[in-house]
């Protein structure tokens, strides 16, 4: 890709979205007559399709269709941190700042509420952890949850060179795979409902020599057979005493 101006290139993951804390080796800063290359591998996160009726607290992450933000379309950890960080301007200066996304027009900072962002911009560009504010340290705490489909970027190799014998300013960027994935991380659900079912079943069978029978067994004896007996004893005693009343 050539490039004949200043740019910032972001190396991220389908979901996620730029960042005030982005970390440096997840973009490039593109100058005049430099060329980047940058060679990376990747590893995808597999769901089994179980995952789906766990609840978010159990599996601990989010699927992008399972969004609770305002600011992006879709769930992911990075605009998390973006809703995240526009709530707390709101929070310290009644309003957020122009640049988050899909903010309504009465919601954007005016010139004293930019002064006020300002102020609090070390408490605002930071994110830090629960512990970390009990000490004192500025910064935002972020109760977010990793996205269940997100992407592991890793750089293998990275160069950067000067261009020469070009009258304009001309940059070139390179970024690829350094080999097609070869691993990839797997999501598994360890134990079902049903699981959970036939666990309980073999447990009682083993230790009571019961079984899922057995219980209904139980509850038969318990509520249906008393019931057919009264009635077929109450029906038997209305034909004894029908010849009876005949006579």
């Known amino acids: 890709m050539e490039l004949l101006t200043e740019a910032t290139v972001f190396i991220l993951g389908t979901e996620e979205v730029?960042?005030?804390?982005?970390?440096?080796?997840?973009f490039l800063v593109i100058g005049p007559y430099i060329s980047f290359v940058r060679y990376v591998s990747k590893r995808d996160i597999e769901n089994d399709e179980a995952i789906r009726e766990t609840s978010v607290q159990q599996r601990n992450c989010r699927f992008p269709d399972e969004n609770i933000l305002d600011v992006h379309r879709y769930y992911s950890y990075s605009a998390c941190t973006v809703q995240c960080r526009k709530d707390r301007q709101i929070e310290?200066?009644?309003c957020s700042s122009h640049l988050s996304p899909n903010s309504p027009t009465w919601q954007m900072c005016n010139m004293d509420g930019l002064e006020c962002l300002n102020r609090n911009y070390e408490d605002l560009s930071v994110i830090i952890a629960k512990w970390s504010r009990r000490r004192g340290r500025k910064g935002l705490v972020c109760d977010c949850l990793p996205s269940c489909t997100e992407v592991d970027i890793t750089t293998v190799y990275d160069s950067k060179d000067n261009m020469y014998g070009y009258e304009t300013p001309l940059s070139k960027v390179e970024v690829?795979?350094?080999d097609l994935p070869t691993e990839r991380y797997k999501r598994n659900l360890v134990r079902g409902r049903l699981d959970l079912v036939v666990s309980i079943g073999g447990t009682?069978?083993?230790?009571v020599g019961a079984s899922?029978?057995?219980f209904v067994e139980i509850i038969y004896y318990m509520?249906?057979?008393?019931?057919t007996t009264y009635m077929h004893e109450k029906r038997r005693q209305q034909r004894l005493?029908?010849?009876r009343n005949v006579q």
């Open 92 to 94: 310290l200066c009644n």
């Open 204 to 207: 009682t069978g083993l230790f």
């Open 223 to 227: 509520t249906i057979r008393p019931y």
């Open 176 to 178: 690829a795979l350094m």
């Open 18 to 26: 730029p960042t005030l804390v982005t970390p440096k080796t997840d």
């Open 212 to 214: 899922l029978l057995s």
């Open 241 to 243: 005493n029908l010849p």
